[in-house]
């Protein structure tokens, strides 16, 4: 076996004559929950898991349709699981589709490669949508090599590959691997060896399979083309005798990058302004109600985007990340992130799951979930009502006539503080009734009285 890694080589005029046609394909699966990305569903559950199979199958997909305008280069889809009309309607890419056809890895491959060769196609290249690192420049670098190599591999951190390209029919390169393994590489090139092909390998890059591959995907795959990957977010939280909680609540904004936090105060006691300073978020004292003091820490704010948190809530690792990402989806207008009770166990984690559900269906998410949005279409949809109560559900039925409000793959940590003191069932009913008397027109006051009757949040 040659193994190569030469230097890429440098453009050259090709007449159109000399131009010969290559094949992208993309392997991938239907994002069914449950049957996708199955290693992570023990950190992220199988909707969220399926939503970052999609997510991650999307952004290759974007990438690739710039390659596909190429007079050259064609670019598929081959998948697993749902059918064409499914993936149509989840991707909406005008990319082609195919089934990859039954068997193992190395046998739906290797007929990918058959077809691609037998259509009069010179070179061709299968990449799979687990590794955010890939990009045009990759294939470009694949297809180079294979102009002098029978082989060209793109090694994975965990043993296997994230690319394989082809300069001809080569069948038996995908006997005896041990697929599904971290052996999948070593094999591979063995077994080149024993073919006596010429392989090139270009640089090992990371994938995303484990919980602790995550941050790969947070980190590289944000697709972030639409002018936020470095927008600057703007938190506002605002307070109340949260003198207990707030200093988590501000711990947890310091894992972000290119971030401010802005406490809105109604006394700027000394012992808020003192864990404002520690943590070095600017504080600002509004008269009490808590949309007042949102619209006062929002104007002070100095970022595009602005992040609405309450101070018994902590955000999560990487949640920067989740922001500019959802915000930078197409239709997009505003998000918010899955809700998650600290400590909830039977009753509560039922109310997670509905809490949840509705977010994801309805697109209703409420302000313990951190809404997040532009600041400019904040202040353009007139900032939050100066309302006693539900200035959050009025917010995001303003938003929801806009656009689409979009779930981060992520999910907060609020206290489960105001069930523990009033019962979980007992809490609920109240919330259930004062939506119920919210949507019935009864007057906001009402509302406010009902949820808190001690009158101790409220105006």
């Not at 972000?256 to 700027?268: K, L, M, Y």
Request: glycine share 10%.
């Amino acid at each position: 076996m040659k193994q190569q890694a030469q230097p890429d080589e440098p453009h050259q005029r090709i007449s159109s004559a000399e131009i010969k046609p290559e094949r992208l394909i993309i392997f991938t699966r239907y994002p069914q929950p449950g049957e996708v990305k199955t290693r992570l569903i023990p950190t992220l559950g199988s909707r969220r898991a399926a939503r970052l199979q999609k997510e991650m199958t999307r952004h290759a997909m974007a990438w690739a349709s710039t390659l596909g305008g190429s007079a050259s280069l064609s670019v598929e889809v081959h998948f697993t699981g749902g059918s064409k009309k499914l993936m149509r309607r989840c991707f909406a890419s005008q990319l082609p589709y195919r089934h990859q056809g039954e068997g193992d890895l190395g046998r739906r491959m290797r007929e990918a490669f058959r077809d691609a060769f037998r259509s009069g196609v010179d070179r061709a290249v299968i990449i799979g949508t687990d590794c955010p690192a890939l990009s045009p420049d990759t294939i470009d670098t694949a297809l180079k090599r294979l102009r002098q190599n029978d082989v060209v591999l793109g090694p994975a951190t965990d043993g296997g590959y994230y690319l394989i390209g082809l300069g001809r029919e080569l069948p038996r390169i995908f006997e005896n691997i041990p697929w599904g393994t971290g052996e999948v590489l070593e094999a591979t090139l063995a077994r080149a060896k024993h073919l006596n092909l010429s392989i090139s390998l270009l640089e090992t890059l990371h994938d995303v399979d484990q919980p602790g591959d995550l941050h790969v995907w947070n980190r590289v795959g944000a697709a972030s083309h639409s002018g936020l990957s470095d927008a600057k977010i703007s938190i506002v939280i605002p307070t109340l005798d949260e003198d207990r909680r707030l200093g988590a609540a501000l711990r947890s904004t310091l894992t972000g990058s290119n971030v401010e936090t802005i406490v809105a105060d109604t006394t700027g006691g000394d012992s808020t302004r003192e864990i404002a300073q520690r943590y070095g978020a600017r504080l600002v004292v509004a008269a009490r109600g808590r949309a007042r003091q949102m619209n006062a820490g929002a104007a002070l704010a100095t970022g595009q985007i602005l992040l609405f948190l309450h101070a018994d809530t902590l955000l999560p690792r990487d949640f920067d990340i989740h922001v500019r990402n959802t915000l930078s989806r197409s239709g997009v207008v505003a998000g918010a992130f899955e809700l998650r009770i600290g400590g909830a166990t039977g009753s509560l984690r039922l109310i997670e799951e509905a809490a949840n559900l509705r977010s994801r269906l309805l697109q209703m998410p409420y302000g313990d979930q951190a809404i997040f949005l532009g600041t400019e279409r904040f202040n353009r949809m007139g900032r939050f009502s100066q309302l006693p109560i539900l200035e959050d559900v009025d917010l995001v039925r303003r938003l929801r006539r806009k656009g689409r409000l979009a779930m981060a793959p992520a999910a907060i940590t609020t206290s489960s503080r105001r069930w523990k003191s009033l019962g979980t069932w007992r809490t609920t009913i109240i919330n259930q009734l004062v939506m119920a008397g919210h949507f019935l027109g009864v007057p906001y006051r009402r509302l406010a009285r009902l949820h808190d009757p001690a009158g101790h949040r409220y105006e």
